[in-house]
């Protein structure tokens, strides 16, 4: 059964965020909150993890689009190819923030996803998700827990997201009542930035 854990955002506790992410580190799967919905991830470095993740979403995982949560714009370069000025100003606009956005991959990707040409790239503007993205030394993958309800596509109430994945994955975060709006994914890959879904990010870049 999975590990409940209840962090703050405005000081996530460091004993809990470390306990987190032992558990993480030790290839398990964890749901936590963002700036946006509650997401599902793992340890980017561990294949057996990233399996799991894949068949949760019923995903071949060299397929699949998940994105990497990273603690701030520093890992940039770990994953993905030199971006020129005009993208990286947009980035560090926009981020810390509700966006994901789609960057051209590097050979540094893991081996999972070496023919992937490009990379999803999230950096939160939540407390908790960074402290434990900083805490692991790595990104983390991040990918939307949906809900079956048709009305609720987002479920935002950690306790009842507890029931439900208990069994499923090993821990779950308590980072309060999350939102319901994913992020607004924007493709950096060409020439001019291509909005591929509007979400909670503003479009105003």
């Known amino acids: ?49 990233l399996e799991k993740v894949a068949n949760i979403k019923n995903v071949k995982l060299a397929k699949a689009n998940f994105s990497f949560v990273c603690e701030d714009l520093s890992n940039l370069s ?7 000025s005009t993208t990286f100003k947009i980035l560090k606009r926009a981020l810390p923030g509700p966006y994901t956005f789609i960057l051209p991959g590097n050979n540094n990707l893991p081996t999972v996803f070496k023919k992937k040409k490009e990379v999803g790239i999230r950096v939160p503007d939540n407390n908790i998700t960074r402290a434990l993205v900083k805490e692991l030394g790595n990104p983390i993958i991040s990918t939307s827990i ?17 029931e439900k994945w208990m069994n499923i994955v090993d821990v779950v975060i308590d980072g309060g009542y999350g939102d319901n709006v994913p992020s607004t994914v924007i493709d950096l890959t060409g020439s001019e930035p291509v909005l591929i879904r509007e979400g909670k990010g503003s479009l105003e870049i």
Do not use: W
């Open 1 to 49: 059964m999975a590990e409940y854990i209840k962090l703050y955002e405005e000081n996530p506790n460091p004993k809990d965020v470390k306990r987190a992410i032992d558990i993480v580190r030790g290839g398990g799967l964890i749901i936590y909150p963002s700036d946006t919905v509650y997401a599902l991830g793992c340890d980017i470095t561990n294949n057996r993890a």
């Open 146 to 162: 949906k809900d079956e309800d048709e009305v609720i596509e987002y479920t935002t109430d950690p306790e009842l997201i507890y």
């Open 78 to 84: 770990d994953y993905v190819k030199q971006i020129d």
